[in-house]
């Protein structure tokens, strides 16, 4: 079991850091990509690893969309996103579920609710105009 209080280390640092100033919800790839040129020895293994502890400690967020590669978000508080099925760029929607909303779904079933994610499906504005 991965203990959620590990010490950053300066690969986990410098994800976090790429993560956070990125709105592209960025694959494995792309974060190895980007982090080799400031880190040569970096490998994919590290980047893997790496981003597995921050989602277990809550600090990073994956993004299913449906095209088989892991995408990943830096935004740690609730939000949802809005995925094009055409070109498959994800946005976020900073709007979430009020309070009332999920004390609602929870009243509803017999589970206890810890935490969500809500994800939307359409096409873009960009991909509209085409």
Same mark, same amino acid.
């Given at each position: 079991?991965?203990? /959620? *209080?590990?010490k *950053?280390t300066?690969?986990?640092k410098k994800?976090i850091?790429?993560?956070?100033? +990125?709105?592209?919800?960025?694959? !494995?790839?792309?974060?190895?990509n980007e982090? /080799? /040129?400031?880190?040569? *020895?970096? $490998?994919m293994?590290?980047? @893997?690893? *790496?981003l597995?502890?921050?989602i @277990?400690?809550?600090?990073?967020?994956e993004?299913?969309?449906?095209d !088989?590669?892991? =995408?990943?978000d830096?935004?740690p508080?609730?939000? $949802? =996103?809005?995925?094009c &099925?055409?070109?498959?760029?994800?946005?976020?929607?900073?709007?979430?579920i +009020?309070q009332? &909303?999920?004390?609602?779904?929870?009243?509803?079933?017999? =589970?206890?609710?810890?935490?969500?994610k809500?994800?939307? @499906?359409?096409?873009? +504005? &960009?991909? +509209?105009?085409?």
């Amino acid at each position: 079991m991965i203990s /959620k *209080n590990l010490k *950053n280390t300066e690969q986990r640092k410098k994800i976090i850091e790429f993560l956070r100033h +990125s709105k592209d919800h960025p694959t !494995a790839e792309m974060i190895f990509n980007e982090l /080799k /040129k400031q880190m040569p *020895n970096i $490998s994919m293994g590290t980047i @893997y690893r *790496n981003l597995n502890i921050l989602i @277990y400690q809550g600090k990073v967020h994956e993004v299913y969309t449906g095209d !088989a590669k892991r =995408h990943f978000d830096g935004n740690p508080t609730p939000h $949802s =996103h809005f995925i094009c &099925e055409r070109c498959g760029k994800i946005y976020d929607i900073e709007k979430s579920i +009020s309070q009332f &909303e999920i004390e609602s779904i929870q009243r509803s079933i017999p =589970h206890h609710i810890f935490r969500y994610k809500l994800e939307f @499906y359409g096409i873009c +504005s &960009e991909c +509209s105009k085409l």
